[in-house]
């Protein structure tokens, strides 16, 4: 028999196939149960795959490119909290592996 209603994706999921399924969201993107279509992460967080939220990333890493990863900064580098790069220490300062 036919469908008397139609039914919300899981967050995480957005329709897909002409309204027919519910889909995962990309890592690096998002969507709250509901939602059409899946949002890309904010600057300096990321998502995995199926994801209804983006998670910042700590001081001392900083996020990958494409939104899916936090990376730890290398030694002489730092980072606050939600980065996307890690800087160079300032002249006469020293920073060790993973300094927010």
């Known amino acids: 028999s036919g469908s008397t209603q139609c039914s919300i994706c899981d967050a995480g999921t957005v329709p897909i ?4 399924e ?3 969201c990309a890592a690096g ?3 709250a149960p509901g ?6 992460c904010p600057v300096g967080s990321i998502a995995s ?4 939220q983006c998670s910042p990333c700590g ?4 996020s990958t490119a494409d939104q899916t ?3 730890i900064c290398e030694a ?5 909290p939600g980065s996307t790069s890690c800087s160079v220490c300032p002249v006469g300062t020293i920073a060790v592996v993973g300094s927010s």
């Open 29 to 31: 993107r998002f969507a």
């Open 49 to 52: 795959t199926g994801s209804s």
């Open 22 to 24: 519910c889909g995962m």
């Open 59 to 62: 001081g001392g890493w900083m």
């Open 17 to 20: 196939e002409n309204h027919t």
């Open 76 to 80: 002489g580098r730092f980072a606050a």
């Open 35 to 40: 939602s059409a279509t899946c949002s890309s």
């Open 69 to 71: 990863t936090c990376r």
